[in-house]
């Protein structure tokens, strides 16, 4: 991948990340190198008709549009968030007993209250030995973001930047590069690779159900 690292300008989608969260599993894997789905047959890109205020679940390829509608807080003291979508893929592998552990979740988020897409990575806990996390398309160059970690996971979140989006809807893979301690607390790179197969699709499909 091409140098310079590019440090995108991160700002908080707080309420939006809490809901996202709540909604997903909290399993977990890291290694040297993880592949996604990349030798599996991919499925079909679908031509589904997401309108404005679509609610629901809809997949493209291999990522899924999910939209929902955002209950409102009995008390808030500034505008409160109404409609929540995200293009979501998920990169797992197989643990121990053939349990499936997730390497990355990866989100791409639009609300009402935020004029630009937003990028919202979930990675395991082992994530943290290093402060930031490191995404690409392709031979492109790389963005650097910056990590919040607790015991359960680490998070990367922030404004997706239009020269990142663009090489998402165009490019081929996505790929994810973290740092890791192994057992000898000596830290390791990890890759994480997932398809764009759909995500062009599911993109355009959720800037219609947020219009």
Request: charged share 20%; proline share 6%.
């Amino acid at each position: 991948m091409k140098d310079p690292i590019s440090t995108t300008r991160w700002v908080g989608y707080g309420a939006a990340v809490a809901l996202i969260l709540l909604s997903l599993a909290a399993v977990f894997w890291a290694s040297k190198r993880v592949r996604g789905p990349l030798a599996q047959v991919l499925p079909p890109i679908q031509n589904a008709d997401v309108q404005s205020g679509f609610v629901g679940r809809q997949p493209f390829g291999l990522w899924l549009l999910i939209c929902e509608n955002v209950a409102p807080q009995p008390v808030a003291a500034q505008p409160q968030m109404k409609r929540l979508c995200r293009t979501n893929a998920r990169v797992t592998v197989r643990g121990a007993n053939n349990t499936a552990l997730l390497a990355a979740g990866l989100n791409v988020v639009m609300t009402d209250q935020q004029k630009t897409p937003g990028l919202l990575l979930r990675l395991p806990p082992a994530a943290g030995a290093a402060a930031s996390v490191n995404f690409a398309v392709d031979n492109n160059t790389m963005f650097k973001v910056p990590l919040t970690c607790t015991a359960k996971d680490c998070i990367a979140q922030g404004a997706l930047p239009a020269e990142a989006l663009e090489q998402m809807r165009q490019g081929r893979t996505l790929s994810i590069l973290y740092t890791i301690k192994d057992r000898a607390q000596k830290e390791r790179k990890v890759r994480v690779d997932q398809l764009l197969h759909g995500f062009r699709q599911s993109y355009d499909a959720m800037t219609r159900a947020m219009s």
